[in-house]
């Protein structure tokens, strides 16, 4: 089965809505935009996480200059391009403006296409605004889609529906390198000058990446498949992360972008930090990306052998990061020293301790009796004056561990029962991951 993300592409005319629907959806997920190297500006790539179901959106915003009167031909170009790649087209019009001879005419080349599409009438805002698809009908297809892409009516249906409708894919958040399915993916990232490249070197048993005291040697993310005691490991040395405001120059912001890619291509993200300089607020910025990104997260406080007599006082040093840490107590903390090659049998470690949780797959019997348990011990607070019932659960996905839980209030659920939950869901094999957790509705029959 081929390995990577579906793809869904929004064609369709300017100022009909596709870049509105576009950040709806990739806000949602919190990816980070930007424009794809050596692609149109015109195409717009975003990562985006549908109920643990991962897959990117294009937008082809921009293409259709009003100006123009041979336009036609310049949209079939850049519709093509996205078409080529995506596995689902959508193509979205305009309520307000009616169907016009371009959606006619893009409708005729999907249909010639063997590719599933949909047809989206945006700026359906209010009920009384539906009337207006009925025009649409007349570029021939069975269902319409009304959508309110600025409000978010009708959003989740269309793209359940696309779901739907998209052909079987295995993905793999690392479409760039070519490895065995079994291989851990590891990004090394922090700040600049933290001893990444120093570590990369030390772990890969090879001095592939140029190792400086100028911080931000490393300019783009750098593979290495390494071997180590029967199990293969990609480890992915990047570019330090700066804050934004001190980011100068296009070179150093594609370094970033490149680096916070290598951080979703991965399966656990180790963060580098310095002993000496202890814990920064930018370190919490990398490590809330990579958990909101679903990612395993460990921490490695390097340079360990500059602290003067450190062996005394590594436990209250980690406590103090873990003081910082108390919206992720579960994440682990280790210290080495890359230079002095010491701690790298923990990095291993740790590394094969995470993917084993990070894949782990409990049964549904199991799941069930345990949510029994804990719904008989402590059950959620009652929502408008009625009992919250949780009905039944079952495991929808690894990489992170994803659950669904069917109720009766999914909106009921208040989040400290949700932590409360996690929590105990952590005593059956998920100690030190991220775990998600979607809450369903189950209508009484």
Request: hydrophobic share 40%.
């Amino acid at each position: 089965m081929e390995k990577r993300k579906l793809k869904i592409a929004l064609i369709g005319r300017p100022n009909v809505g596709k870049s509105t629907l576009f950040n709806r959806l990739v806000q949602k997920s919190k990816a980070i935009v930007d424009n794809i190297p050596g692609v149109t500006r015109d195409r717009i790539y975003g990562d985006v996480d549908w109920e643990g179901i991962p897959f990117v959106v294009i937008d082809t915003g921009g293409f259709l200059p009003p100006e123009e009167e041979s336009i036609l031909p310049q949209v079939v170009v850049q519709c093509e391009k996205a078409i080529e790649e995506a596995d689902v087209i959508i193509l979205v019009t305009d309520a307000r403006t009616g169907p016009t001879p371009v959606d006619q005419e893009l409708v005729r080349r999907l249909r010639e296409l063997q590719k599933p599409f949909l047809v989206a009438v945006n700026k359906i805002d209010s009920d009384k605004q539906i009337p207006l698809i009925y025009d649409f009908y007349s570029l021939g297809t069975k269902t319409l889609w009304p959508i309110s892409a600025i409000h978010g009516h009708g959003v989740y249906e269309l793209f359940n529906e696309a779901l739907r409708l998209a052909p079987r894919i295995d993905w793999d958040e690392s479409e760039e390198t070519e490895c065995p399915d079994s291989t851990i993916k590891v990004a090394l990232v922090g700040r600049p000058n933290v001893g990444k490249s120093s570590l990369f070197n030390q772990l890969i048993g090879d001095a592939r990446s140029v190792v400086s005291d100028i911080p931000g040697t490393t300019r783009d993310t750098i593979n290495t498949l390494v071997r180590h005691q029967q199990r293969e490991y990609l480890f992915m040395d990047t570019a330090g992360l700066r804050k934004k405001a001190r980011i100068k120059g296009r070179l150093e912001r594609y370094s970033v972008q490149r680096s916070l890619r290598a951080i979703r291509g991965a399966d656990i993200t180790l963060i580098l930090i310095e002993a000496p300089e202890g814990m920064t607020d930018q370190d919490i910025r990398i490590i809330n990306y990579a958990l909101e990104q679903g990612k395993c997260v460990f921490i490695g406080v390097n340079k360990w052998d500059l602290m003067p007599s450190a062996a005394r006082y590594e436990i209250e040093y980690i406590e103090a990061i873990k003081s910082r840490l108390r919206f992720a107590p579960f994440i682990p903390i280790i210290t080495l020293s890359a230079l002095q090659g010491e701690g790298l049998d923990k990095v291993f470690l740790w590394i094969d301790n995470l993917y084993q949780e990070y894949t782990h797959r409990i049964p549904t019997g199991r799941l069930n009796r345990f949510l029994e348990e804990v719904y008989a011990y402590y059950q959620p607070p009652f929502y408008k004056n009625r009992p919250v019932k949780l009905y039944y659960i079952t495991q929808v996905g690894i990489k992170p561990p994803t659950f669904v839980i069917f109720t009766n209030y999914p909106q009921g659920i208040a989040e400290n029962y949700k932590r409360y939950l996690i929590k105990k869901m952590r005593q059956i094999g998920f100690k030190h991951v991220n775990l998600r957790l979607i809450f369903r509705e189950r209508r009484r029959k």
